[in-house]
């Protein structure tokens, strides 16, 4: 008797597991990873995973993250196959296919050349006829997208910003255009302490970053509202200025 009773309140436990995971709220988000913000060997994933499940815990909710390719994830979410996806650029384009997050974080973007190259104080006024690397499937800076777009100069597209640090540091581009955590975080990375390169001119662009969620999703729109509210709340509180200065801080300049 006492073993049916055992048995039978371990079968009432489960099936309150089975249902209170059903009843658990989970937004499925795509992303890849991309030092140091999004970082899988890290407890917490990076600053952007920290912060969106953060977020979405204030509103009873949790993220599941899955790794995709840059472009992949861009078309699988807006197709539907997830609920959002992060970390997103504003551009025209993605706009007509997203809703987009109030921002996760603004990021400095600098001109970046090797230390002994001569450069003058306004690099983006020099860069006609250069060479430069950037990752695949990503908008430059601003002011040198527009450059691009007038075919100012060349660019290599690869699918890690460690590749175009190697490539400036062989002499094979000339500059590398990025964000100052992501630059800095993968020069240490490569170069230790060494000063192999060096920032140029003022800073070229300030970007903000966000989540999206695609257009074609009904619920997409009540989602934006509820995250945009946590997120305030949690500026507010002074929880996400705490995040960056614990995950980004020391990744901010050389």
Known sequence: ?????????????????VCALAAEKVQRLATDEFLPYIDRSQPEGGYYPALISRVLA?????AEF??????RAHLETRDGRFDGSFPYLRSEERERDFLYSDSL???DAYFFVRADAAWGAAPLEQVYGKRTCYLQDSLLPEPLQNALANHAF??????????????LEAGRIDFVAAGSYNAWATIRRLYGEKPVFKTVGPRLDRT??????????????????AFN???KALKESGEVARLQQRL???????
Request: aromatic share 6%; glycine share 2%.
């Open 1 to 17: 008797m006492k073993l049916r009773i055992t048995s039978f309140l371990i079968l009432i436990a489960a099936l309150q597991a």
């Open 58 to 62: 204030e509103n009873g909710e949790r």
């Open 66 to 71: 899955v790794y995709r390719p840059w472009m």
């Open 105 to 107: 974080l603004e990021v």
């Open 154 to 167: 060349q660019i290599e597209r690869v699918t890690d910003i460690a590749q175009c640090f190697r490539m």
């Open 208 to 225: 903000s970053l966000h989540l999206v969620w695609p257009r074609s999703n009904p619920l997409s729109e009540s989602r934006r509202e």
């Open 229 to 231: 509210a946590a997120l």
């Open 248 to 254: 980004l801080s020391h990744n901010e300049s050389n």
